[in-house]
């Protein structure tokens, strides 16, 4: 009796696990042509992302584009190089490099305590004397912490999309003073000394781009546009879904569900919309000495390691293949950023010293399924191919 229930239990797990490889096999693709263009495309046509641009450089030129699948489903437009993408958080280290521009032109000092520049008071209700700095936003050491329920019921999502209404100096006092109506001590702030310990911040970020139109007189959209856009050559990169000229954008997707192309208060933290041809121009601006919008010395300070056990700089991050569980590959040379939001998902990275880095723009989340499999095993042979 005890021999036959073993021989079932065998047959049982054998039919499992032959199901589970039918499984893997029909949603992971484990081919590996050398053409790389067929390559990205075999991984994506298991996935149920729409489209993905790809800019690879090397010595700070382009070497080439890679473009995948659909801008827009429905209306049959496909991605090309040139297609526009919101690019959520990887729109942090734009905001961080203007940031760096007022420091250079000595309009303001990293160590200032943030309401040398603001209209309102900003401080960590459980550490009230402690001054919140500039540095503390850019490395996120502020202790200024994101309240989801508040930013979530912000995105223009569900009210159908376009620019919020809210002006990010309305949402600032709103969420970071005493009276404001989004002022919560428990929600919005942590319980960490401001300067001493990483915590993500989105709000923080939103604060950032205040701050610029503070000191600059302009909008943060006008001012960015001005002083990195125009002098990079990236003309088809906004941050205003109002701005906007081109047709060509991608719109982002939900499990092939197309979403509205929105936006939030915080804008300078997440809602920059570019293509693989102009952000490549602002990767290579990082180093690129006759093509920069920064000192060489402004851009090592902005690279120096701060908080997060030093994989934190000043906008940057050495982490960021960390954050995607792909450790391995990261050799500790490597800055970049990651972005994600509901239908989006974007990474650049780049090497100073190599002066190698790539673009990888996508209309759609990287979710917890067995297909986002095929999504890593391109990112990590686009990496290699980039020789970071």
Known sequence: MIKKSTKILGVLILSILIIASIIIALKVDFSNPEDLEKFVHNKMNKTNVPGVSIAIIKDNKVDR?????YANIAEGKKVNQDTVFQIASL????????????????????????????????FNPNF????ITIKMLLDHTSGINDNWDVLDSLYTIDSGGGDSEISIGEFSKEYLE????????EENFTENKPGTTFVYSNVGYGLLGYIIEQISEQPFD??????????????????????????NFASPYDNQKEL????????????????????????????DKSNTILKPE??????????????????????????????????GDIVGHTGSDPGEFSIAL???EKKNGLVIFMNQQMGLKLQTINIYFMIKRIVNEADL
């Open 298 to 331: 402004t851009i090592k300070e902005m690279l120096s390691p701060q908080s997060n056990d030093g994989k934190q700089t000043l906008g940057w991050s050495y982490s960021s293949l960390d954050d995607i569980f792909m450790k391995k590959l990261n050799n």
């Open 178 to 185: 005493v009276s404001g109506k989004w002022y919560s001590v």
């Open 65 to 69: 584009y890679i473009s995948y699948g």
């Open 91 to 122: 729109s942090k280290v734009v905001t961080a490099t203007a940031i760096m521009q007022l420091y250079e032109k000595e309009k303001l000092n990293l160590d200032d305590d943030i309401n040398k520049y603001l209209p309102f008071s900003v």
């Open 128 to 131: 009230p004397n402690e001054p």
């Open 350 to 352: 780049y090497n100073p």
């Open 260 to 287: 509205p192309r929105y936006s939030f208060p915080t804008y300078p933290d997440g809602s920059l919309k570019t293509n693989a041809v102009d952000f490549s121009k602002f990767l290579v601006s990082m180093s």
């Open 222 to 247: 006008q001012y960015t546009k001005n002083n990195i856009f125009k002098p990079l050559g990236m003309s088809e990169t906004e941050w205003l879904h109002k701005n906007m000229t081109t047709e």
